[in-house]
């Protein structure tokens, strides 16, 4: 398990949504992750927030072979970047996914799910990722 405080800037997150998909989103830093919502809006939403209605119960951070969190600045700013900007959301060609994988790599890969972004990844930084849970927040944060 990690704690919110070590979830380093630029980190990609993730949490389930019904125990068929994932939604992930790149941590930019106090208790703020950004994420593509359906809608097109790329915003800015707390731990809770990004929880919200999603069947998932657990925040994951994405950690490198030992299980130390990934970080990535630029990916941070990335994501920073285009708050409050709108994309046209797509469920399979411009998703949450994709989104995150243009912030982290900087480029734009045909990622259409969780696996893909994932494979992505791991083939880009040469390992396997692993995921931990990240502790939840004390209530007076939410």
């Known amino acids: 398990m990690v704690k919110?405080?070590?979830v380093p800037l630029g980190a990609l997150v993730v949490c389930e949504i019904f125990h068929l998909?994932?939604?992930?989103g790149i941590y930019i830093g106090e208790g703020q992750i950004v994420e593509l919502q359906g809608t097109g809006l790329v915003r800015s939403v707390s731990v809770a927030r990004f929880m919200d209605n999603r069947?998932?119960?657990e925040l994951m951070v994405a950690c490198d072979s030992r299980g130390k969190p990934?970080?990535?600045m630029a990916a941070a700013e990335r994501a920073a970047s285009q708050i409050f900007t709108y994309q046209t959301y797509d469920l399979i060609s411009n998703n949450c996914h994709?989104?995150?994988c243009n912030c982290l790599s900087g480029r734009h890969w045909p990622v259409t799910s969780f696996f893909d972004l994932r494979q992505v990844l791991e083939q880009q930084l040469g390992h396997q990722i692993l995921?931990?849970?990240?502790?939840s927040e004390p209530k007076r944060f939410r």
């Open 4 to 6: 919110l405080s070590e």
């Open 21 to 24: 998909f994932e939604h992930t």
């Open 55 to 57: 069947s998932g119960e």
């Open 70 to 72: 990934l970080g990535n």
């Open 98 to 100: 994709r989104f995150c």
């Open 131 to 135: 995921f931990k849970t990240v502790q």
